[in-house]
């Protein structure tokens, strides 16, 4: 089953990623960390940045690949994935630049990024933990509803509804949203050996208990979740509001004992 923590805040949230992310380093400080963009994961990032200090964790080792990445962006730009990577994780994290990686959005060579990246990916022996957040529409990286549970990293078409979730960070300005992306494909975010998704808020309390509690349908990509080994959920009460089993989902939480981890 997947496991749902139910948290009263996204710092709450961010401090039980942080944990598992901390030990992890520990143990293997070459570990490779699958990496989103996008707010959800903001306070994990911040409480992972404040352990690896606090701890004096050498990070020089970790390697990272990013989710996905807008087409047509130049690198440079202030809202590219590359970026947002740069700005919230590589420098406060202290991660090594050269070992973070961000799908190829140039559209000149995007043609075999998709599989490049994959293979990139299994090169570094896969991932061990991804963070995920999760769109309004379901989608996981950028697989809009529809995608194939078994796609590698590709191009995707943007829907009209993630633009616009995502103009925001363009001045509000839907014109300068991308239309196309190149993400990671459900059948790769599957390879990860822990799937960490993080949402908050009311608006995505429909797509939470479609993922963990609706039938598994491409229409969904995010319900895939259902069919991997080590998946946790950590949501909000807003974004639990929908969940029919939240009280069991409390409950095996309070229940479970410290050394289990999550
Ligand atoms: C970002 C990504 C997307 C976002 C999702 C939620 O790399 O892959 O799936 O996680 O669109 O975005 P926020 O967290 O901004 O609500």
Same mark, same amino acid.
């Given at each position: ?116 990246? %994959?293979? /990139?990916?299994?090169?570094? !022996?896969?991932? +061990? ?6 769109? &309004?529409? *379901? ?25 616009? %979730?995502? /103009?925001?960070?363009?001045? !509000?300005?839907? +014109? ?6 190149? &993400?990671? *494909? ?77």
């Amino acid at each position: 089953m997947t496991e749902v923590i139910i948290v009263h805040s996204q710092e709450e949230a961010g401090a039980i990623y942080a944990q598992a992310v901390a030990k992890l380093i520990e143990r293997k400080p070459d570990c490779v960390l699958g990496l989103a963009t996008g707010s959800s994961p903001l306070a994990a990032y911040r409480e992972l940045a404040k352990i690896i200090h606090e701890r004096h964790l050498d990070v020089s080792r970790v390697r990272g690949f990013a989710l996905d990445e807008y087409a047509g962006l130049e690198p440079e730009h202030p809202e590219s994935y590359r970026s947002v990577i740069t700005r919230t994780v590589v420098e406060p994290l202290g991660l090594t630049p050269e070992l973070v990686h961000v799908p190829n959005g140039n559209p000149d060579t995007i043609e075999h990024a998709g599989e490049e990246y %994959d293979r /990139a990916i299994a090169a570094a !022996g896969g991932v +061990d933990v991804q963070i995920l957040g999760i769109g &309004t529409d *379901g989608h996981i990286g950028f697989n809009e509803p529809g995608s194939s549970l078994a796609s590698g990293t590709r191009i995707k078409t943007l829907t009209e509804q993630t633009r616009e %979730d995502n /103009a925001r960070f363009f001045g !509000g300005d839907m +014109d300068k949203v991308p239309t196309h992306c190149i &993400t990671q *494909g459900i059948g790769t975010i599957m390879k990860a050996r822990h799937l960490i998704l993080l949402a908050f808020g009311d608006g995505k309390a429909e797509a939470i208990a479609e993922t963990v509690e609706g039938g598994v349908s491409s229409f969904c990509p995010a319900s895939a979740l259902q069919l991997h080994p080590h998946a946790t959920v950590i949501v909000d009460e807003k974004a639990a509001s929908k969940l029919r089993n939240k009280d069991y989902y409390r409950y095996a939480y309070d229940h479970k004992p410290a050394w289990q981890g999550i």
